[in-house]
């Protein structure tokens, strides 16, 4: 029996962000973004805070319940994006889902990268989230996060527009 | 389980099923899938189905097939015995009095409760009408009649689940008095739970009530009479009895039947045309509209003959036994750390293990299970409101069917051991 796509599923570093959450909490609402987002066929549930100063986010936090591979990957997501500008957390969206073979046609437009072209070495520890590819249900678990960060850039950047308005 | 106590063929002795010859009949089971050994413990969400039903629905394909109902040559004619066969076969496999009349077929359990629904609902339902179901129920039997609150301002009444699985019947004459609906499941697919439904039946007619019976789990487990329940309508799904998807049946009283107007409109259905208006055929073609599940149907006769053979008694004893041992292994073998969700007497359940494995969630102890090949299902059971009152989104649920034995049982513990091992 095929044990290696088990081991790539709950690598070490899943393994390790599920039981130690990184940037687990919450923060005060405003000045931070609350985003949450939902997955009612399971019940995982993540709710990311967003506290972004001058283009940067200075904090990021996560609450939330479900299985190993959406909190872990919650907790991924915040270390990667914690201390990043919106443009680069932007780049960091984009690749996870690019990582994940989410390919929007948007980006398929004006670029031709695929998986292949990603730098996983630069990805760090998200990489480890490669090995939920091969079970497709599962890739809705891994995004769940990503999805609410990318609402809350969206929000903020709403925000900023209004504000310059 | 208690159905089968009052049942006339208990004085012929239960046998023992060989399990070893029957898995034989399944080519998954005794090939694998993919060439490797698999241990299917889904069948509460759909079974296997033995060759005998394939071949059944293949010949039928090969050298059987013509539209029923309209044809005057020979080779129609054939298949309109084989589809009018399936109904008898269906019928009296589950004690209908009438089956040439009373059984209509559908795509599946779920559409048989819409016929009803909406047929009856629609038109026998009106503002602060009761209707009461249970807190176990499936979404094929809570969904229509929570359309039916929005659409015909229905009320509904929930009989509540007890801590031990188990229905709270103390206030059942309240809770029946004045409806003119009961819907009630007669196995839960996620907890196992039998409930007591010849009792719920006696109430709800004494209040005068009509009662329907969503057979979909205890059908394909059990010796099932509808006299015996004392059910006006039964609804369930070929797909969870060896057949094959996509035919569900519908059994309902004759008198019932025929005071209710057509579910759908369309081919077959119908004596006479006119822009003006129809004339609907009688009972249960009325319900049939366009071309029917034929060859499911042929499919379906197969599977219940498969049945019949083995013996539903046979088939509920086995359930029941390798129930029994995989809760006491369980027990045994992770003690504390193991929740199972469903009653725990034996006569009130059947083989349905809803279980929770330290804080491991459902849908990661699937996963790793399947890296045992071991084929369980995580998640609602489309059960939300049973969901919200076990306090959870989703289980892990290991089901059986008389293709499992104690070996499956074995592996599955066994591969639950290492997911406790990796979640530690
Ligand atoms: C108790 C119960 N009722 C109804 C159904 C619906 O069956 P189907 O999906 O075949 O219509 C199911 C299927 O899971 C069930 O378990």
Known sequence: ?165 | MTDTDTDTDTATATTQLDIERIKQDFPLLSKGFHGESIVYLDSAASSQRPSCVIDAMSGYYNYSHANVHRGVYKLAEEADRLYENARITAGKFVGAPDPAREIVFTKNATEAINLIAYSWGMHRLNEGDVVVVTEIEHHANLVPWIMLHKERGVELRVIPMRDDYLLDLDNLEEMVDGAKLVACTLMSNVLGTIPPFKKIADAAHSAGAIVVADGAQLVPHAHVDVKELGCDFLAFSGHKMLGPTGVGVLWGKAELLDSMPPFMGGGGMILDVKFEGIVPAEIPTRFEAGTPPIAEAVGLTAAIEYLDNIGMNNICRHDAELTAYTIDSLKDTFGRDITIMGPDITEDRGGVISLALKDIHPHDLAQVLDESNVCIRAGHHCAKPLMRRLGTSATARASFYLYNDTSDADRLIEALSKAASIFG
């Open chain 1, 1 to 165: 029996m095929s044990s290696s796509g088990l081991e790539d599923l709950y690598r070490e570093i899943i393994l390790d962000h599920y039981r130690n959450p990184r940037n687990r909490g919450s923060m005060e609402v405003p000045p931070s973004q609350r985003v949450e987002a939902y997955n009612p066929l399971c019940g995982d549930e993540v709710v990311v805070y967003l506290l972004e100063n001058n283009g940067v986010l200075e904090d990021v936090r996560i609450e939330g319940q479900g299985c190993s591979i959406s909190q872990s990957s919650a907790s991924l997501m915040s270390a990667a994006v914690k201390g990043k500008t919106v443009e680069e957390t932007r780049k960091i969206i984009s690749d996870f889902k690019k990582l994940m073979s989410i390919h929007e046609s948007k980006l398929e437009d004006s670029t031709d990268d695929t998986q292949m072209d990603l730098d996983l070495d630069a990805m760090g520890e998200l990489a480890a989230l490669q090995g939920v590819v091969r079970f497709p249900v599962r890739i809705k678990c891994a995004i769940l996060a990503w999805n609410a960060l990318a609402q809350g850039l969206d929000e903020i950047s709403d925000v900023s527009t209004d504000k310059t308005k």
